[in-house]
Protein backbone atom coordinates (compact mmCIF):
# COMPACT_ATOMS: atom_id res chain seq x y z
CA UNK A 1 0.00 0.00 0.00
CA UNK A 2 1.67 3.37 -1.18
CA UNK A 3 1.42 5.56 2.24
CA UNK A 4 3.13 8.88 3.45
CA UNK A 5 2.84 9.76 7.39
CA UNK A 6 3.48 13.15 8.29
CA UNK A 7 4.27 13.65 12.12
CA UNK A 8 5.56 16.67 14.17
CA UNK A 9 2.80 19.44 14.11
CA UNK A 10 2.05 21.06 16.89
CA UNK A 11 1.18 23.94 19.11
CA UNK A 12 4.27 26.95 18.78
CA UNK A 13 4.79 30.57 20.22
CA UNK A 14 5.45 32.67 17.22
CA UNK A 15 9.33 32.88 16.83
CA UNK A 16 9.39 29.28 17.89
CA UNK A 17 10.33 25.40 15.94
CA UNK A 18 9.41 22.86 14.88
CA UNK A 19 10.37 19.71 12.76
CA UNK A 20 8.02 18.16 10.43
CA UNK A 21 8.73 14.35 9.24
CA UNK A 22 6.88 12.69 6.60
CA UNK A 23 7.79 8.76 6.78
CA UNK A 24 7.26 7.02 3.33
CA UNK A 25 6.50 3.57 2.55
CA UNK A 26 5.77 1.73 -0.96
CA UNK A 27 6.08 4.78 -2.93
CA UNK A 28 9.63 4.42 -4.34
CA UNK A 29 10.98 7.16 -1.86
CA UNK A 30 14.64 7.29 -3.07
CA UNK A 31 13.51 7.68 -7.17
CA UNK A 32 11.11 10.93 -6.76
CA UNK A 33 11.19 13.90 -5.85
CA UNK A 34 9.23 15.23 -2.88
CA UNK A 35 7.33 18.23 -1.46
CA UNK A 36 5.43 20.02 1.12
CA UNK A 37 2.49 22.06 0.68
CA UNK A 38 0.51 24.00 3.62
CA UNK A 39 -3.37 24.89 3.39
CA UNK A 40 -4.89 27.01 6.16
CA UNK A 41 -8.66 27.25 6.86
CA UNK A 42 -10.67 28.00 3.76
CA UNK A 43 -7.75 28.89 1.15
CA UNK A 44 -6.42 26.89 -1.25
CA UNK A 45 -3.10 24.06 -0.43
CA UNK A 46 -0.22 26.42 -1.03
CA UNK A 47 3.34 25.55 -1.75
CA UNK A 48 6.17 25.54 0.74
CA UNK A 49 9.25 23.82 -0.09
CA UNK A 50 10.09 20.76 -2.83
CA UNK A 51 13.53 18.29 -2.71
CA UNK A 52 14.61 16.44 -5.63
CA UNK A 53 15.44 12.42 -5.74
CA UNK A 54 19.07 12.75 -4.56
CA UNK A 55 18.54 16.35 -2.92
CA UNK A 56 20.51 18.23 -5.71
CA UNK A 57 17.46 21.04 -6.25
CA UNK A 58 15.82 22.45 -3.47
CA UNK A 59 13.28 25.29 -4.25
CA UNK A 60 11.10 27.23 -1.06
CA UNK A 61 8.21 29.59 -1.55
CA UNK A 62 9.72 33.09 -0.89
CA UNK A 63 7.47 33.45 2.71
CA UNK A 64 9.46 30.58 4.12
CA UNK A 65 12.73 31.31 2.54
CA UNK A 66 15.82 31.27 5.38
CA UNK A 67 13.58 30.25 7.99
CA UNK A 68 12.30 26.60 6.93
CA UNK A 69 14.78 24.15 5.16
CA UNK A 70 13.84 20.46 3.73
CA UNK A 71 15.59 17.26 3.93
CA UNK A 72 15.45 13.86 3.01
CA UNK A 73 17.19 10.59 4.48
CA UNK A 74 16.67 8.29 1.67
CA UNK A 75 18.39 5.20 3.86
CA UNK A 76 14.87 5.74 5.91
CA UNK A 77 12.76 6.87 3.25
CA UNK A 78 11.85 9.90 5.26
CA UNK A 79 11.26 13.56 4.57
CA UNK A 80 11.58 16.05 6.95
CA UNK A 81 11.05 20.31 7.07
CA UNK A 82 12.74 22.38 9.45
CA UNK A 83 10.61 25.06 10.82
CA UNK A 84 12.41 27.94 12.75
CA UNK A 85 11.47 32.03 13.24
CA UNK A 86 7.69 30.66 12.95
CA UNK A 87 4.71 33.30 12.45
CA UNK A 88 1.08 33.53 12.97
CA UNK A 89 0.79 32.99 9.11
CA UNK A 90 3.07 29.27 8.62
CA UNK A 91 -0.34 28.23 11.07
CA UNK A 92 -2.00 25.19 8.58
CA UNK A 93 -1.97 21.45 7.94
CA UNK A 94 0.99 20.68 6.21
CA UNK A 95 0.84 17.79 3.69
CA UNK A 96 3.84 15.94 2.31
CA UNK A 97 3.74 14.77 -1.57
CA UNK A 98 5.26 12.63 -3.71
CA UNK A 99 6.01 14.37 -7.63
CA UNK A 100 3.50 12.87 -10.19
CA UNK A 101 4.15 12.86 -13.82
CA UNK A 102 3.59 16.76 -15.04
CA UNK A 103 1.86 19.04 -13.67
CA UNK A 104 3.87 22.14 -11.98
CA UNK A 105 6.68 21.47 -9.58
CA UNK A 106 5.21 24.02 -7.05
CA UNK A 107 1.69 23.49 -7.37
CA UNK A 108 -0.57 20.52 -6.29
CA UNK A 109 -0.99 19.13 -10.00
CA UNK A 110 2.40 18.30 -10.19
CA UNK A 111 1.88 15.90 -7.37
CA UNK A 112 0.22 12.42 -7.15
CA UNK A 113 0.44 10.70 -3.41
CA UNK A 114 -0.34 12.80 -0.62
CA UNK A 115 -0.30 12.23 3.20
CA UNK A 116 -3.02 12.85 5.41
CA UNK A 117 -1.12 15.89 6.88
CA UNK A 118 -0.33 17.55 10.34
CA UNK A 119 -1.72 20.48 12.17
CA UNK A 120 0.81 23.31 12.76
CA UNK A 121 -0.62 26.44 14.94
CA UNK A 122 1.70 29.22 15.62
CA UNK A 123 -0.09 31.52 18.25
CA UNK A 124 0.70 33.12 21.87
Known amino acids: QVQLVESGGGLVQPGGSLRLSCAAS????????MAWFRQSPGQERVFVAA????????KYANSVKGRFAISRDNVKDTLYLQMNSLRPADTGIYYC?????????????????WGQGTQVTVSS
Open 26 to 33: NVAFSSND
Open 97 to 113: ARRGFGGDYDRPNGYSV
Open 51 to 58: ISAQSTRI
